[in-house]
């Protein structure tokens, strides 16, 4: 069975700081790894993706995560934060069959 | 990227009643899920509609309770029946093929009274 694991209930950043969203996956066979953003009152939007290739993944609205094999992590980053990102974050393993796991999520707070 | 149109937004309802959700997608899609969501919690799957197929249930969800109606590629409904107060939730219709990203309906918030 596959799962996905997020350590963090909320991460709190300052604007213009650097952030990590943390998420960290179990899955048999190659993972199928996604990023979502939920803003309150809104179904889920997809930030990014990894099926294979490049172990830095650029996505929407400035983001990017980093797909460790060997960590059998994905952490979901960004270089300068926004208080727009302020949001709740998924992140989600897909097996073959197109079946979703996602993690509990993870509160982002950047203030001001 | 497919719009997905999910109807109504929320409702408050009377135990014992049943309410049918609607999700309209702007283009073919096979995969269709329905999730239920607690607000600023992680989503648990219904059930996988897949046109031309029964729905596919997951463990403590019935069709008894939770039927669902797939009738072409870009429709479906969930209806919620016979309702208790343990069935306030979000409930989020969603697609997205294989290995590709899910998107997702802005959610039926349910408030049963």
């Known amino acids: 069975a596959q799962s996905v694991a997020q350590p963090e209930d909320q991460v709190n950043v300052a604007e213009g700081n650097p952030l990590t969203v943390k998420c960290t996956y179990s899955v048999s066979g190659n993972p199928y790894l996604f990023w979502y953003v939920q803003y309150p009152n809104r179904g889920l939007q997809f930030l990014l993706k990894y099926i294979t290739g490049d172990n830095l993944v650029k996505g929407s609205y400035g983001f990017e995560a980093e797909f460790n094999k060997s960590q059998t992590s994905f952490h979901l980053k960004k270089p300068s934060a926004l208080v727009s990102d302020s949001a709740l974050y998924f992140c989600?393993?897909?097996?073959?069959?197109?079946?979703?796991?996602f993690g509990d999520g993870t509160t982002l707070t950047v203030k001001p | 990227s497919a719009v997905i149109s999910q109807k109504p937004s929320r409702d408050i309802c009377q135990r014992g009643t049943s309410l049918t959700i609607q999700c309209q997608v702007d283009?073919?899609?096979?995969?269709m899920f329905w999730y239920r969501q607690q607000p600023g919690q992680s989503l648990t799957l219904i059930a996988t509609a897949n046109q031309g197929s029964e729905a596919t249930y997951e463990s403590g969800f019935v069709i008894d309770k939770f039927p669902i109606s797939r009738p072409n590629l870009t429709f479906s409904t969930l209806t919620v029946s016979n309702m208790s107060p343990e069935d306030s939730s979000i409930y989020l219709c969603?697609?997205?093929?294989?290995?590709?990203?899910?998107?997702f309906g802005d959610g039926t918030r349910l408030s049963i009274l």
């Open positions: 969603s697609v997205g093929n294989r290995n590709q990203p899910q998107h």
């Open positions: 989600a393993v897909r097996d073959g069959a197109g079946k979703s796991t």
């Open positions: 283009s073919q899609v096979t995969m």
